[in-house]
Each structure stands twice: as structure tokens, then as C-alpha cells.
């Protein structure tokens, strides 16, 4: 079985450990291209701990700040994961989604501490902003890069699915659902994925790639990784 993963190379390498231990074979095609933002050192004086949601986040403000000491507040696993091979010592992880580490961060975090600094991309999902200042907590959001969609389909992909080769297709964002979608039109492959599945990690995942002929869309029961690979042992 040979599967396609949408996602950055630089995230794809436990993933692909862990299909290859299922007995399946991935290739990488990622559908966005991430631009770092060069800058001077961040300003973290009044700063209690980081809101980090996305790995590429961790990146980014590694490159801007060497302070590893401040508190590491992490969507989910696969980005505390970075944060900690980044050498981050203090590291917690909400469940997979910015709701979830809202919450985290209301129940472990004072409002009173100082202000939660969120490095992150030129376009974010979810309103943590509103979830947290509603709750009385300083909130400041650091564009540290930029996550650029690519222009076409990858060759990688578009020989792969010309050819059939591939019986399923894992997406993690509803940016990069997006963009497949639109890149698969626009190739005219639509038609190739009608003995493909899509691996989603979300309902709003599965929204983005909505329309296209898959054989099935298969829905994560959590928006983390290891529920993601769990709809590998269920089918």
C-alpha cells in the first residue's frame, strides 16, 4: 500500500516511520512552502510562556530567540514533540486543536504572570486571541513566517495519481485540503481518486476536500496524529 503525504518535509519524518511500520510505503509531496521571517531577538521580558500551534512556529522562534527555559503551551504531540527536539525543558501539550489549548492554558497559566506570546504563521486558525483575552490574559501574536501554497501539484503527486499508485492521500490542515483540491482540478485528476481515500485529521479537514470523487473520506476521531494513523488499523 503507498499512501501520499501532504504535509512540510521536515514533519513528515516520524509519520513515515510509523506508516512503514504498518507495512506502508509514503511519499511526500508538501503543498505549502514555508518562508521564515528574519528579524532581530524577540522581546520576551514580560512574556510567561509561549502559545506554540504548529511545529514551524517552534522553528521559527528558535531562530529569533535562544531562550529554551520559558514555558512551552503546544497544540498537540507532534508540536511539543519539536519543541522538546528544539531543547524547550518546559513543555505541555493540549489535545490537537487552539480550543483545547485555550483551556490548557486557562487551567495551568495566571493571567496576572504576564503576557502569552504566540509565534506563528501570517495565517492562523481559530480565534485563541478572543478565547483567551475574554478570560483576562495578555495576548501578542509574533508573525515569525509565512506559509506559502504552492502553485501546482507536485510531481510527485500527479505522476502518482495518474498512475494509480496511490490508495490513500493524508491531509492536516483545511489550507492544504484546500489546495489539493484546487490543484487536482486544475491538473484534471479529479477522476484518480475514485479508489483513493482521504485521511483527515478533522471534520474541518474533510469540509476542505469535499466534492472530489474519493472512494471514502476518513475523519480522525481526535485532531492528532495517533488518531490519524488509528483510521490506518481500523481499515
Not at 527555559?69 to 486543536?97: L, N, P
Not at 491531509?171 to 489539493?180: A, I, K, N, V
Request: charged share 25%; proline share 4%.
Amino acid at each position: 500500500m503507498r499512501v501520499l503525504i501532504t504535509r512540510p518535509v521536515e514533519d513528515s519524518g516520524p509519520l513515515i516511520a510509523d506508516l512503514k511500520a504498518r507495512g506502508i510505503e509514503a511519499l511526500v509531496a508538501p503543498l505549502l512552502d514555508i518562508e521564515f521571517i528574519d528579524g532581530p531577538q524577540l522581546n520576551l521580558a514580560d512574556v510567561q510562556a509561549l502559545l506554540m500551534t504548529s511545529a514551524n512556529g517552534v522553528r521559527a522562534f528558535a531562530r529569533r530567540s535562544k531562550n529554551r527555559k520559558i514555558k512551552v503551551m503546544a497544540v498537540g504531540d507532534a508540536t511539543a514533540r519539536v519543541a522538546r527536539e528544539m531543547g524547550f525543558i518546559d513543555v505541555q501539550s493540549a489535545t490537537g486543536d487552539v480550543d483545547d489549548l485555550a483551556a490548557k492554558a486557562r487551567q495551568s497559566l495566571d493571567s496576572a504572570g504576564g503576557s502569552l506570546l504566540h509565534p506563528a504563521g501570517s495565517k492562523v486558525a481559530g480565534d485563541l486571541a478572543g478565547l483567551l483575552t475574554a478570560d483576562g490574559f495578555s495576548y501578542r501574536r509574533e508573525v515569525l513566517y509565512r506559509a506559502n501554497t504552492v502553485d501546482t501539484l507536485p510531481i510527485v503527486a500527479a505522476h502518482g495519481l495518474e498512475n494509480d499508485d496511490f490508495a490513500g492521500v493524508l491531509l492536516y490542515s483545511p489550507r492544504t485540503g484546500t489546495t489539493f483540491k484546487r490543484l487536482v482540478e486544475t491538473a484534471g485528476l479529479g477522476n484518480k481518486l475514485a479508489t483513493v481515500r482521504a485521511y483527515c485529521l478533522s471534520a474541518n479537514v474533510a469540509g476542505s476536500v469535499g466534492g472530489l470523487p474519493w472512494a471514502e473520506v476518513l475523519t480522525a476521531a481526535r485532531p492528532e496524529q495517533a488518531a490519524l494513523l488509528d483510521l490506518f488499523d481500523e481499515t
